[in-house]
DNA sequence: TCCGACTATGCAACCAGTTGCAGTACTGTA
DNA sequence: TACAGTACTGCAACTGGTTGCATAGTCGGA
C-alpha cells in the first residue's frame, strides 16, 4: 500500500488539502506514482483512522469544506518503517510492445504513425523534465542533501525518456524498411 | 483490455493450452505483459464466448483435462483492428523514488542496502536478455521482418535495464556521500 | 504401493485503481 | 442578479489483477 506513503511523504514536505495534494501529485512524486482525486480522499480518510495523519479546518478555507492535513508522529514512524522495507521492481507493461509483436505474426499494419507519436509524447516529457532541471537545479557542488536527492529522482526520469526516445528511433528504422 | 490482445497474439504464434500461455508469458511477450493463469484461463473462457477463440480437447493431452486453443478469423480481425488503436504511453509506477523521497524529507534512512540489491536485479534482468539475443539474434542483414521486430522488442528490455542500471550507479554516488 | 512433485484447470474473495456522477461553495463577469 | 467556471469533497459501481484454495491426473522414486 505505497499510496499512503506517497501522501506521507508528500505531507512532511507540506501540509495540505486533498485537492492540493492531487495537485501537486501531478507534478513531482506523480512522475512516479499517480492518483486520482478519488484514491487520495479514500486513502485520506484510512491514514486519519489508523491515526497517521489528523485534519483541521484549512485556515484559508473561508467558509468551504477544505481541510488540511498534517502528518502525527505515528504517521512518521510508519513511512520510516516502510522505506526501509525491500520491494520489487516495477513491472515493465507496456501494451506497444504486444502490438508489435501482433505486426510481426500477421504483417504489415501501420503502426509507424503512433511509433511517431509516442515518441513524441516521450519528448515532450523529457523537455518538460529537462525546464523543471533548469529551473530548480543549476550546478552547485554544496548543493544539500535533500536537493540531491530530488535532482536524482528528476534524473530517473529524464534517463527513462532518453532511453525511451533512442529506441522509438531505432523502431522507426526497423518498420519503415521492412 | 490488452490481455485478450496479447492472447491472440501469442495464440497466433502458436496454438497452445492455458498452461503452456502462462509458461510461455514468463519469457517472450511476459517481459512487457505479466499474467497470471488464473488470469489466463478467466480470459481464454471470455474469448471462447467471443467467438474470437475456439478449444478441443488437446491431442497430446492424454487423460487431462487439456485443452488447445486456436484463434478464429473473429479473433485475427478484432487483432488487427487493436493493433491500429493508439494508446497512452505505460506509466513510471516506482515505489524506491517515493521511499528516495521519503529519506530526503526525513534524513538517511538506510536505503544503500536496498539500492544496492536493485541495481543488481536490474543486472540480471540485462543479463538474461544478453543471453537471449546472442542466442536468438545472430547478426543477420537478411533476417526476415519477423525477426528485426522481435529483436527490437528484445533491445527495448536491454535499453530499459542499461538505463537504470546507469542511474543506480549514480544513485549511489549520491547517496554514499551525503 | 504410497508419496511428493509437477501438469493442468478452475472457483471465490479481495484489493487497488478508474470512471461517472453529484453536491457545495467561491470567484469573476455580463 | 444570473450564469459560467473552478475549487473542493465525496458516493457508487465497475474493472483488472492478486491470492488462497481446491481438484484431478501423471510420473518417478523410496
Known amino acids: 500500500m505505497s499510496l499512503a506513503h506517497a501522501l506521507l511523504t508528500s505531507l512532511l514536505e507540506q501540509a495540505s488539502s486533498g485537492y492540493d ?15 486520482t482525486h478519488q484514491q487520495i480522499y479514500r486513502e485520506l480518510g484510512r491514514m486519519e483512522k489508523a491515526g497517521w495523519i489528523r485534519s483541521t479546518p484549512d485556515p484559508d478555507a473561508g467558509r468551504t469544506r477544505k481541510r488540511r492535513y498534517s502528518v502525527l508522529p505515528g504517521g512518521r ?14 513491472e515493465l507493461r507496456d501494451e506497444f510492445m504486444v502490438r508489435l509483436r501482433a505486426d510481426a505474426v500477421i504483417g504489415p499494419l501501420g503502426l509507424l504513425p503512433e511509433l ?7 519528448a515532450d516529457k523529457l523537455r518538460a523534465y529537462r525546464a523543471i532541471e533548469a529551473r530548480d537545479f543549476p550546478p552547485d557542488p554544496q548543493a544539500s542533501r535533500q536537493r540531491r536527492i530530488h535532482h536524482l529522482i528528476l534524473k530517473a526520469g529524464i534517463q527513462y525518456e532518453e532511453g525511451w526516445i533512442a529506441w522509438y528511433d531505432e523502431a522507426l528504422g526497423v518498420l519503415e524498411h521492412a
Chains 1, 2 share one sequence.
Open 21 to 35: 495534494l492531487a495537485r501537486r501529485f501531478d507534478k513531482s512524486i506523480g512522475h512516479f506514482w499517480q492518483a
Open 77 to 90: 514512524d510508519e513511512l520510516m518503517r516502510w522505506a526501509a522495507e525491500s520491494a520489487p521492481l516495477p
Open 116 to 122: 511517431g507519436r509516442r515518441r513524441a509524447l516521450h
